[in-house]
Nanobody
Framework: QVQLVESGGGLVQPGGSLRLSCVAS????????MGWYRQAPGKERELVAM??????NYADSVKGRFTLSRDNLKNTVYLQLNSLQPGDTALYYC???????????????WGQGTQVTVSS
């Protein structure tokens, strides 16, 4: 069974930084895409950053401030959040589109979410 487990959220002052981690565990054959979404109270879930097919895409609102990196051997992605603003406050979800062992198709998986709160 595949699981995505996030860590690294917390409370930070405006202008501060955080680093989120997400580990995909279980019987994984191939990861097609892996990245992060976020959902603020009263708003829809939105894409933050995603790695797929050799390319990383970012939401316009985080370009230049957030950086997605990967450790393929550990099936892990990291999201470095710099110059945080109150508008970045949200529940951050890890996402992966992957193929598990013994499966013939790709499936979407979600983590449980990690809270990021930016406040003075």
């Amino acid at each position: 069974q595949v699981q995505l487990v996030e860590s690294g959220g917390g409370l930070v002052q405006p202008g501060g930084s955080l680093r989120l981690s997400c580990v995909a565990s279980g019987s994984i054959f191939w990861i097609n895409a892996m990245g992060w979404y976020r959902q603020a109270p009263g708003k829809e879930r939105e894409l933050v950053a995603m790695y797929s097919e050799g390319t990383t895409n970012y939401a316009d609102s985080v370009k230049g401030r957030f950086t997605l990196s990967r450790d393929n051997l550990k099936n892990t992605v990291y999201l470095q959040l710099n110059s945080l603003q109150p508008g970045d406050t949200a529940l951050y979800y890890c996402f992966s589109n992957l193929q598990s062992m013994g499966s013939a198709r790709l499936r979407d998986y979600w983590g449980q979410g990690t809270q990021v709160t930016v406040s003075s």
